[in-house]
């Protein structure tokens, strides 16, 4: 009997080396396309586990799996639509509540997920011991993996949870119990939706009654079918702003972070006297609520100021060079054989060296703005 192959996927923040792991577990066996109807790349890989062929995919590197960029929604809609074996969640150790958020977003998909800890190393550089044994169990059992990826520290131990997880054995099902007035809201609208079997053959319906309550524009559109069950959302909605003073998508916020932080309290063990890295003194500064705004402005400013007065003289000397002599020396050679003043004359000189000219000028505006974009 033959053995059926295992699809797994790889989610993760972005720079969280997601990517280290995957090429770790997949090896040359790769394939690099897009996704369907997509500009995001797809990374395709497989692994041979014990007789099984396992199909991996790197999803896009993402904050959340709320729809507001290209890539989130390309991630959650290959987890609802393809509803693979496991999800590895590849987290920073050394940044884990700022990773759990998409844990936690994963766990309310109902997917087996696997938490890899990559960058071990790094965290406990900075002093901090985080507890596997207690931050598997907060977590209802959800495997935990520490990893160094670019060591290949751990890999064994993650190609083993990925077998125990496709064998049924990893854990259970976890539910994030949110504000009392945020509940009383779901209910109604979850029990809609479990009668309704074209929506749960598709959707967890406590998942998307969330997302409804959260006017998910992308589901909204793709739900336009069910007016009752969208209005209803709304008419929710509308109740929890009115009766709390802040909207869904805040309290559901609110409730994923108090989550989190009932999961890293004595699994996660910091330093008495943190010291902050330079990156994260900058960070602090930079993504100040009040003067973050200022800043980024100032920082564009910058880097306007900055590609205008680099480029300027270089682009005087292109445009200069183009309708100068080259247009000339053409013009030239043109009269010396006798096609001087024809038609042939204006199409290289007024069309083709012109327009290739319309075209390098912007080259030195460019290399000044990657340049710019390469400092920040």
Not at 50 to 58: A, G, K, L, S, T
């Amino acid at each position: 009997m033959a053995v059926q192959t295992l699809k797994i996927a790889l989610a993760g923040n972005p720079n969280v080396g997601k990517s280290t792991i995957f090429n770790a577990l997949t090896g040359s066996r790769q394939h690099v396309g897009n996704w369907p109807g997509k500009t995001v790349e797809k990374k395709e890989g497989q692994l041979r586990l014990n007789e099984q062929d396992v199909i991996v995919v790197d999803l896009p590197g993402t904050y959340s799996l709320t729809a507001y960029s290209i890539e989130e929604i390309v991630s959650r809609d290959f987890i609802i639509n393809e509803r693979p074996g496991a999800v590895v969640s590849v987290v920073d150790a050394a940044n884990l509540e700022r990773n759990l958020y998409l844990v936690s977003q994963l766990l309310e998909l109902e997917v087996p997920v696997i938490v890899v800890l990559n960058m071990t190393d790094i965290a406990r550089s900075r002093g901090l011991h985080i507890d596997i044994a207690k931050l598997s169990q907060r977590l209802q059992g959800a495997p935990v993996i520490e990893t160094v990826g670019n060591s290949g520290i751990g890999l064994e131990s993650l190609k083993k949870a990925i077998q125990e997880v496709a064998s049924g054995t990893g854990g259970q099902a976890v539910t994030i119990r949110y504000d009392e007035a945020l509940e009383e809201e779901i209910a109604p609208l979850q029990a809609m939706i479990e009668v309704i079997p074209a929506l749960t053959q598709t959707y967890v319906p406590r998942w998307l009654a969330i997302k409804l309550l959260e006017a998910d524009e992308e589901l909204f559109e793709r739900l336009s079918e069910y007016p009752d069950l969208l209005a209803a959302a709304e008419f929710a909605s509308e109740r929890l702003e009115e009766s709390t003073g802040d909207d869904a998508e805040t309290l559901v916020t609110d409730g994923r972070y108090a989550f989190i932080n009932s999961v890293v309290t004595g699994a996660l063990t910091r330093p008495k006297d943190i010291v902050e890295t330079r990156s994260d003194q900058i960070d602090r500064v930079l993504t100040h609520r009040i003067w973050g705004v200022p800043i980024f402005l100032l920082l564009m400013w910058l880097v306007f100021q900055f590609t205008a007065n680099v480029s300027a003289p270089y682009l005087d000397f292109v445009d200069g060079l183009i309708s100068g002599p080259i247009s000339s020396w053409v013009t030239a050679l043109l009269g010396a054989i006798g096609l001087g003043s024809t038609w042939i004359e204006a199409l290289l000189v007024d069309g083709v060296i012109a327009g290739v000219g319309g075209v390098l000028v912007f080259v030195p505006v460019l290399m000044s703005l990657y340049i710019a974009i390469g400092i920040l």
